[in-house]
């Protein structure tokens, strides 16, 4: 079967009828030579990795021609025995052509649409010889054959790359990511609701102050009488397991081990705990038939805005990476999917400023598009009973930016149980 796919400028738009139907062939039918060039090999690696073996060329259209556009396809149909349209992006000139082209055919025909948030498509298929006209249902979230991409891919598609993530759904740095993780972490998260923003600025000096062994670097000195670290916040850390310190000072220093690479993480960046706190919430959460509500996720993750080029070696000719300087990169607190669809999320475990906002939203624009969801969770600084409450000015200006950007706020999350934060972040995803 060949798929005829009319390209749009939303990438999801231009793949996912193939993820859902693989087709032997793939046509791409539009004007933007270039954009379909570019995107024509990312489409491939991710069908690869996706088990869908097909060809992939594309036919120029000749802008606002009808009589053009109507002697491409009638060419394309002598090609195949069995075609499939996709209506899911294309232009009204092209649409209009295919269906003039309709009323005379004679090949097998099907016209394919499915919606990029919802994943819920439908396949017509028509043959005017005989008047018949089928339909058959498509539901991409069916757990047989979802119809999904991961974090990775969805970048990919829209020309990044992920350079890193700090968390993912499996592991990071070679450590399981586990619900023993997620407990761990949030009896940690219990201490830091308390008082946010003491619980930033104590972990942003425990990790300017620690220092790892040369000979063992899972093994930090930290030295004694370190100012501004406070007794009560150090004796909470070793009384919860969280960090062991030796009983006696060497040299002015002590050492000490943490639990875990998560929990160095979270006592030596400040903010880093809600970042994981969000994305295990939202990994761990549940849809209503009890299946995991995202299908992918991470925290930390470090987006560069262009793939490496591939260079051919002088000596050899073969193909080897050698990345471009980097002018545009950026880290997202934590970047969710469902399915199609890509959220993009800054967490901020004390104060907020604008440019936040215009981060957010400019590199969820770039990759998802009008697919993308935006929100911004914070703590304390929407909370009128903390000290670190930022005003009723400057709250309400906020709230003002954020609407206007369609960046949905998430306050006082610390205040939350895990089941309203859960709900919370689905409400994201809501159609």
Known sequence: MTLIEFYDKVPADNIIAALVLRPRRIVFLGQDRTGISELMPRIRRILTAHGIRTSLTMRILQPDSLSAVLETIEDLLTED????????????????????????????????????????????????????????????????????LSLRENILLYGGQIREEMVNANTAAGHPFTEDTFRELNRMWKLCQSDCGFWNSQTGKLGGAIRPLPEDKSVFTLAANMRGLDEKFLSSLVDGGFIRMEDHVKNGFWKCTFSSPYVRDCLTKAGTLLEYKTYMTAMFSMDKENRP?????????????????????????????????????????????????????????????????????????????????????????????????????????????????????????????????????QKLCAE
């Open 293 to 425: 509500f995202f299908t992918d996720g991470g925290a930390g993750v470090v987006i560069d805005w262009a793939e490496p080029k591939q260079k051919a070696s002088a000596r050899t000719g073969a193909s080897r990476k050698t990345p471009p300087p980097v002018t545009t990169r950026n880290e997202i607190d934590t970047l969710l999917m469902r399915g199609m669809t890509p959220v993009f999320i800054s967490c901020k475990n004390g104060e907020v400023v604008t440019d936040e906002l215009y981060k957010l939203g400019t590199v969820a624009g770039r990759f998802g598009s009008r697919y993308a969801r935006r929100a911004l969770v914070a703590t304390a600084y929407f909370d009128k009973d903390d000290r670190n409450y930022a005003g009723d000015g400057t709250v309400a200006h906020l709230r003002s930016r954020a609407e206007d950007m369609h960046i949905t706020l998430i306050e006082n999350a610390h205040r939350m149980s895990d089941t309203e934060f859960a709900a919370a972040l």
């Open 81 to 148: 025995d069995e075609f499939v349209f996709d209506f899911t992006g294309g232009d009204d000139t092209a649409l209009v052509a295919l269906g003039m082209l309709f009323r005379i055919t004679d090949k097998k025909t099907g016209v394919f649409r499915m919606d990029c948030r919802t994943r819920q498509g439908m396949l017509y298929r028509l043959s005017l010889r005989d008047s018949s006209f089928t339909a058959l249902p498509f539901d991409g979230t069916d757990a047989v054959n979802p119809v999904q």
